[in-house]
């Protein structure tokens, strides 16, 4: 079975800085896609970024980057410029390529960004 | 356009009632998750409803829970005899599962059920 398996429960920013927050992930599967959720305490859950696994080119969202390693079955997030509105619950998550469409989700990274 | 949209938002409800959640995707996205969110604990895959497929069930927790889908749209999770451990906020989140697409899943706002 897969699991995602997010290391740091907390971590903290000063603003302006870069912040990189890891994740690791078990498969035996090939092709699958990754993925980093945000959820603010509004509790909505939102897209970071995604990557698909067949890429090797990492997936870049204006100040989101991932380093994909998938060798090392990695995927850590990396946000520069860190602003306020980026505190939040950082969630990875992965999901197979076959029938089974289900997310499997580390446990969370709470962010705190400092002024 | 608008997003996933989920009723109520918050619901209280008495040991052994029964509590109705509701779901409305994206228009257009045929396919629909339902997912439990446990304080402290990850994301918990309940169900999943593809179309006109048979749902995958795989992930509810014992036969209290049930859900359905009325027409391919709006989708109602069903918890009967609620426990206190079924305490937990609710997500649900749709896709416009594309054959070879990255299948993004997108996600509502949430039910925070407490169970007292």
């Known amino acids: 079975a897969q699991t995602v398996t997010q290391s740091q429960p907390e971590m903290s920013v000063q603003e302006a800085e870069t912040v990189t927050l890891s994740c690791t992930y078990d498969t035996s599967e090939s092709d699958y896609y990754l993925f980093w959720y945000k959820q603010p305490p509004s509790r909505q859950m939102i897209l970071v970024i995604r990557q698909e696994a067949y890429k090797q080119q990492n997936a870049t969202e204006n100040r989101f980057s991932v380093n994909f390693q998938k060798a090392a079955k990695s995927f850590s997030l990396k946000i520069s410029d860190s602003q306020l509105g980026d505190a939040a619950m950082y969630f990875c998550?992965?999901?197979?390529?076959?029938?089974?469409?289900?997310?499997?989700w580390g446990l969370g990274t709470s962010l705190a960004v400092n002024p | 356009g608008a997003g996933v949209s989920q009723s109520p938002s918050n619901k209280v409800t008495e040991k052994g009632k029964d509590v109705e959640l509701r779901c409305d995707p994206i228009?257009?996205?045929?396919?629909l998750y339902w997912y439990r969110q446990s304080l402290g604990q990850g994301l918990e895959f309940l169900i999943y409803?593809?179309?006109?497929?048979?749902?995958?069930k795989s992930g509810l927790p014992s036969d209290r829970f049930s859900a359905e889908r009325t027409g391919g749209s709006v989708s109602t999770l069903t918890i009967q005899r609620t426990q206190q451990e079924d305490s937990a906020v609710y997500l649900c989140a749709s896709s416009p599962s594309k054959r070879g697409g990255t299948e993004t899943q997108y996600f509502g706002p949430g039910t925070r059920l407490l169970v007292l």
């Open positions: 998550a992965y999901k197979g390529s076959g029938n089974n469409r289900k997310l499997i």
């Open positions: 409803f593809q179309g006109n497929s048979a749902p995958d």
């Open positions: 228009s257009g996205h045929t396919a």
